[in-house]
């Protein structure tokens, strides 16, 4: 079955800095990538999503770049800020899945003012 | 509108007690999930429902049962639970092919003493 890996498990870096959060997955029919924040005590919230016929999403800070050869996909959030510090959780799904997403393990970032 | 909304947000029980989780979504999706999230970890599928009916049971104890009394409404009914089913309790909605994008809600706490 499709296993999706994340790194790093945490990240800190200056306010104003980039982050760059990466994720492999080994089912090469996985076709839909999307990416959630979580904050604590909240749900996680969508952020960004790619489909497989695409190589770069872009949403203002926020872009998702996929490299389907490879079979892997990173977030990348420019300018950071502090309300960015959460868990962010990659995930896979696809025709082979049905309704089931397989997420990566998590990222906590943290943004230092 | 892409609200999913879970009530309660906290609930503590006893191991012999019966409640209810509820959730519900007015975006007209026709596929609705539970989720079980323990703490720096993923989101775990539990059931999802398709056009009312349940779809994926992923071999969840029958303690907890779900409920989908109509394509907005979205129940999880909890009898004789655990002290290891503390988690929290997420709701998620989507259209109901595979691969969309997955709303969740904001959970659920559960504490079971």
């Known amino acids: 079955g499709e296993n999706v890996e994340q790194h790093p498990s945490t990240l800190s870096v200056q306010e104003g800095d980039s982050a760059v959060i990466k994720c492999t997955y080994s089912d090469s029919a996985s076709n839909y990538f999307p990416w959630y924040k979580q904050e604590l005590g909240k749900g996680p919230q969508l952020i960004i999503d790619i489909r497989s016929n695409v190589g770069e999403k872009k949403d203002q800070r926020i872009a998702v770049t996929l490299n389907k050869t490879a079979k892997h996909f990173s977030l990348h959030i420019t300018e950071t800020q502090p309300e960015d510090s959460a868990v962010y959780f990659c995930a896979a799904a696809g025709l082979n899945y049905g309704q089931n997403f397989v997420f990566g393990p998590g990222t906590r970032l943290s943004v230092l003012p | 509108d892409t609200e999913v909304t879970q009530t309660p947000k906290h609930l503590v029980m006893g191991m012999t007690n019966k409640k209810s989780l509820k959730c519900e979504q007015h975006m007209g999706h026709r596929a609705m999930y539970w989720y079980k999230q323990k703490a720096k970890k993923p989101p775990e599928l539990m059931f999802v429902y398709s056009y009312e009916k349940l779809s994926i049971n992923e071999s969840v104890p029958s303690r907890f049962s779900p409920e989908c009394p109509n394509s907005s409404l979205l129940n999880l009914h909890l009898h004789a639970l655990q002290p290891e089913d503390s988690a929290l309790y997420l709701c998620?909605?989507?259209?109901?092919?595979?691969?969309?994008?997955?709303?969740f809600g904001s959970g659920t706490q559960l504490s079971v003493l």
């Open positions: 998620a909605s989507s259209q109901p092919q595979a691969a969309r994008k997955l709303f």
